[in-house]
């Protein structure tokens, strides 16, 4: 009896440790330890065959993946993407927002057909637009056709390839900013708009003057939520193109994902991921560093 | 007063009607362009490939079931819907029991440094565990297991529901843990008795988002999986090579794939725009 209550009085003493203790350790297990495994491996030379060690090269990975056409190919394609998504997606979002952002039968009905994208599997998702995409039968080209413009080859076309996959990510992920930048709508003060408005100013004036600049907070997490997302996609990629034609579509994800799982090249794959997390951590710090600067503005 | 706004208070009827038609047309323009590949999977699932093939888009056409038969006798997707859900389940689980503990640790103790730290995971992309996560998983001989595929799913599932369940502990106030403390209850009883059942709506919240994630993610399955465990994404995805390219069938497994998480999210759309919009989704 005393000791079980010593024991319970122990637990009390230190919940703090013990209700937080099991994510430490998934973290510790799960995430810091396979991190210091791929930094070790990146200074290795390794063939996954089983018959040979790794073996110690230093930095030569680095340095072999910085003078590779490849690499710098697959880090342009990460970029175009994610920013010309992103860009892409704030901008349309945040117009569909402003036309939303009044009372209208249905309101609820399009709100929940705007969820449907979001939580729609990635993989069946690019399945769909392979069939859209088809050059003789997809609906893209007859979508074209019927606007009397010319037929595209879409994804099997290097030009036109990086585009298309671009088309999807914005289909499936503009829905996403809408909502975010409507529930900051709702949470705007409307005396300033008011006033501005009494005192003669056009909508448009008042929207470009007043609700943007409000807005700013609001768009800058949403860009920094795409962001951190775009620059993941794989299974997109992956399940369409895998990085074709010709590399055209080949990014970071990919390439990094060839290296390791086609090519059995762990070293040159884990000296990618940790170029590929310098790259990450420097975008996410950016946006963070401007969020904390937009912040003292307002 | 000025006249202009008075103008823009007093629009005609006619402008106000004319501004409303503008409206409905957008609105309508802006519904089919998001619900088209969706409603464009469905009717190509009901399509014999001559249909699809044809170059006019055939709109009256009377359904057929033959690629739902495809799908479940001759590729039998019976045996990944049944392992994409027990990893959904064990990963969402897993996550639960130790993503709540840690969220009311974050919010009640204030462990900055472990919220940061959480914060931060989710801004890792997932390829960067594929490499040191299969050589350890290979060398415990844990490739191809539900343990090793729950597990890496928690990757998104863990700081996710961690992140959408500090705000609910914050906002219990704290004179109610106090009166709980005073009767005698321990910190474990308090979070397992009153904070537990007070952050339902947000447990709910994270759990869908959580079941869904896990059933929606490749990245991880297409490393860590095997013969046994093939969940559904990678089993459509090996589809794709099978099938040369029989269009209707393939609709009908991307069908398959997305109707559970559709019908979900329609019935608890609420929850699920709210989780949403809180974060991040990718792995």
């Known amino acids: 009896m005393g000791t079980e209550l010593k024991f319970s009085g122990w637990i009390d003493k230190h919940a703090r440790y013990i209700l937080s203790l099991p994510a430490v350790i998934f973290v510790l297990l799960m995430i810091v330890f396979p991190l210091a495994y791929t930094a070790w491996l990146s200074l290795h030379k390794w063939n996954f065959s089983g018959v040979t060690a790794p073996r110690w090269v230093g930095f030569r990975n680095f340095a072999e993946l910085l003078s590779d056409h490849r690499f710098w190919n697959a880090t342009w394609n990460t970029v175009m993407f994610s920013f010309g998504v992103v860009t892409a997606q704030l901008i349309l979002g945040t117009a569909l927002a402003v036309l939303l952002n009044r009372r209208f039968r249905f309101k609820n009905g399009v709100k929940t057909l705007f969820m449907l994208p979001m939580v729609s599997t990635p993989v069946a998702i690019a399945l769909v637009w392979l069939l859209i995409f088809e050059p003789t039968i997809g609906l893209a080209n007859q979508l074209l056709n019927a606007l009397g413009l010319p037929d595209q080859r879409w994804l099997s076309s290097g030009k036109t390839a990086m585009f298309s996959l671009m088309i999807v990510d914005i289909w499936q992920w503009t829905p996403m900013v809408t909502l975010i930048v409507l529930a900051g709508l709702t949470t705007l003060p409307s005396e300033p708009l008011e006033s501005a408005l009494v005192d003669g100013a056009t909508r448009w004036q008042v929207f470009w003057t007043i609700t943007i600049p409000l807005l700013v907070p609001t768009l800058i997490v949403a860009f920094l939520l795409r962001m951190i997302d775009a620059l993941k996609t794989f299974d997109l990629i992956y399940t369409t193109t895998q990085g074709g034609p010709a590399m055209a579509t080949e990014t970071l994800n990919i390439y990094g994902y060839l290296l390791g799982f086609q090519y059995f090249n762990f070293g040159m794959a884990s000296a990618l991921i940790l170029l590929f997390l310098a790259l990450v951590t420097i975008i996410s710090l950016t946006f963070v560093w401007i969020r904390n600067k937009a912040g003292v503005d307002h | ?283």
Request: proline share 5%; glycine share 4%.
């Open chain 2, 1 to 283: 007063m000025s006249s202009v706004a008075t103008e823009y208070v007093g629009r005609s009827k006619a402008q106000k009607r004319i501004s409303s038609v503008l409206f409905y047309v957008c609105l309508l323009a802006v519904l089919f362009a998001v619900s088209i590949p969706l409603i464009w999977m469905f009717l190509a699932s009901f399509q014999t490939q001559a249909q699809i093939m044809s170059k006019e888009i055939t709109l009256r056409f009377t359904p057929t079931f033959a690629n739902y038969e495809t799908v479940f006798e001759r590729y039998d997707f019976v045996k990944p819907i049944i392992n994409s859900f027990i990893v959904a389940s064990l990963s969402t689980g897993f996550a639960l029991l130790l993503g709540l503990p840690a969220a009311y640790a974050i919010s009640r103790y204030r462990q900055q440094l472990l919220g940061m730290i959480i914060l931060v995971v989710r801004f890792i992309p997932g390829i960067t565990f594929l490499v040191p996560w299969y050589l350890l998983f290979s060398s415990m001989r844990l490739i191809d297991t539900y343990l090793a595929l729950a597990l890496s799913h928690m990757l998104i599932n863990l700081p996710f529901i961690i992140w959408v369940m500090i705000p609910y502990y914050d906002s219990v106030p704290r004179e109610l843990e106090e009166a709980a403390r005073v009767d005698g209850s321990s910190v474990i009883g308090l979070f397992l008795r009153i904070m537990v059942p007070l952050s339902m709506p947000g447990i709910v919240t994270a759990s869908l988002l959580s079941l869904i994630f896990s059933w929606n993610n490749l990245i991880f399955s297409i490393v860590l999986a095997g013969v046994k465990t093939q969940t559904l994404p990678l089993a459509i995805l090996r589809f794709v090579s099978y099938a040369n390219i029989d269009w209707g069938a393939l609709m009908a497994a991307a069908v398959v794939i997305t109707i559970p998480i559709l019908i979900i999210s329609l019935v608890t759309q609420r929850f699920i725009i709210q989780g949403l919009t809180a974060g991040a989704v990718k792995g």
